[in-house]
């Protein structure tokens, strides 16, 4: 079981079960022993002299996700509550909301809501503060307990109050939890495209995109004019798919590298590993991203802009460009480590910066999309500072604002028009299609 969880946790990176070292403690220097003395010490007095009595336990796993937490925001220790929520998660199938959150300053954030999921279809928001839970006041509680408290039997009910940064009052929520499936891949037609909306990076992703392409060539009864890659509010995955499902729109070349402490280690990863050539023959193709936009969603835009296969559209990614490695720590446990930072086929490095639109497109039918607070790597504490400079330009690309998107969420509504980002780049796909076929009409 601890395998195949592993094979599926949604972290990027190679997720290799590397063996503890019976002589790990070889390599600790002089110095690091006189800090265990310390360590020990304070231990002893915590033991002796605190007004409750402690477990044990209980202070060694406080030692450990606090030496974890003084990292980075995404190395971690998972035992108990902790592995069962992973487990839950990579699983795919669990009673819930539909909620990716994160914790700032003792406060639940939520970073995004998953498509057609309770917590998307009620109107909860990137941004939105969580500050009760069936009326119980949960800042300042442990991540995992707040999740655990949003997860329960289908069918049950669950109130929430949340704060939006900008509304004049708390916002009071009651939802209902379904079994929350997560399908890494859905596609659809619409004017002729082929739309392939990638909501996570699990182990069938790569193989579910391909898919994909022969169930939209199917249904038109030929290839589409092109296609749209949604990577929006993808919060990213397995490596391993993130590369698959590159290599599904790339002939040949570099998809990602990623490099550890030593120069030397590099591990590279090229296209046709999977499939042979480039599946969608060419066709025109725009990758959509946002803030929501993470790690193995990135590499795949990375990886597609650099090689200039696709038109990059929508807003600035999140920034994450680490690379997770699982270590089993027992049957029950196991440490998520950063182990290496990835960067796209030129050499860039997401980290920080995130990934730059092509054409920044932003989320006008949204009427909250100019005042909503963006959450991104780079807002994170303790965040891994990207070894090369952050071209400022990339960090104010949301602030500047194309006349071209100037209607109103209103006006828009009254052309039908309920995903903005979406109806732009069909219509960019439709128009580019067109004239590749009148070119190759005209070659024949």
Known sequence: MLRSFLQVTAAVGALALVPIASGAMAGVD???????????????????????????????????????????????YADGLEYDNLQIQTQGNYGGLGLTVTE?????????????????RAGIKPGDYITHIDGKFIVGGSLDEAVQQM????????????????????LQFTLTR????????????????????????????????VKAIQAIDKQLGHKPSGYVIDLRANGGGLLSEAIAVSDVFLSHGEIV????????????????SM?????????????????????????????????????????????????????PMGEHAALRLTTARYYTPSGHSVQEGGIKPDLLVPQISDPDYKTRPVLREADLRRHLIN????????????????????????????????????????????RTGSKAGQVASKGR
Do not use: C
Request: charged fraction near 25%; avoid cysteine; aromatic fraction near 4%.
């Open 387 to 430: 070894q090369d400079k952050v071209d400022d330009s990339v960090l104010e690309d949301d602030a500047r604002i194309d006349p071209r998107f100037s209607a109103t969420p209103e006006a828009l509504k009254k052309q039908g028009i309920e995903d903005f980002q979406l109806h732009y780049a069909i219509q960019t796909v439709s």
């Open 30 to 76: 002089t110095g690091s022993y006189r800090e265990l003395d310390t360590f020990m010490a304070v231990l002893t007095q915590v033991k002796a002299n605190y007004v409750d009595k402690v477990d044990d336990k209980k202070l060694m796993e406080g030692a450990i996700q606090g030496m974890l937490a003084s990292l980075d925001p995404h190395s971690s």
């Open 275 to 327: 499939v042979p050539g480039d599946l969608t023959a060419g066709l025109p193709l725009v990758v959509l991203v946002d803030a929501g936009t993470a790690s193995a969603s990135e590499i795949v835009a990375g990886a597609l802009q650099d090689h200039h296969r696709a038109l990059v559209m929508g807003t600035r990614s999140f920034g994450k460009g680490s690379v997770q490695t699982i270590l």
């Open 151 to 170: 997860r329960g039997q289908p069918g049950s009910k669950i109130a929430m109050t949340i704060i939006r940064p900008g509304a004049d009052k708390p």
């Open 178 to 209: 379904e079994v929350i499936v997560q399908k890494p891949v859905k596609w659809e037609v619409k004017n002729g495209v082929g739309i392939i909306n990638i909501n996570t990076f699990t182990a069938q992703t790569g193989a579910d995109t």
């Open 257 to 272: 590298s990623q490099r550890g402490r030593a120069a030397s280690d590099i591990e590279r990863y090229y296209a046709e």
């Open 104 to 120: 700032e300053d003792g406060a639940v954030k939520v970073i995004a809501p998953t498509e057609d999921t309770p917590a998307a």
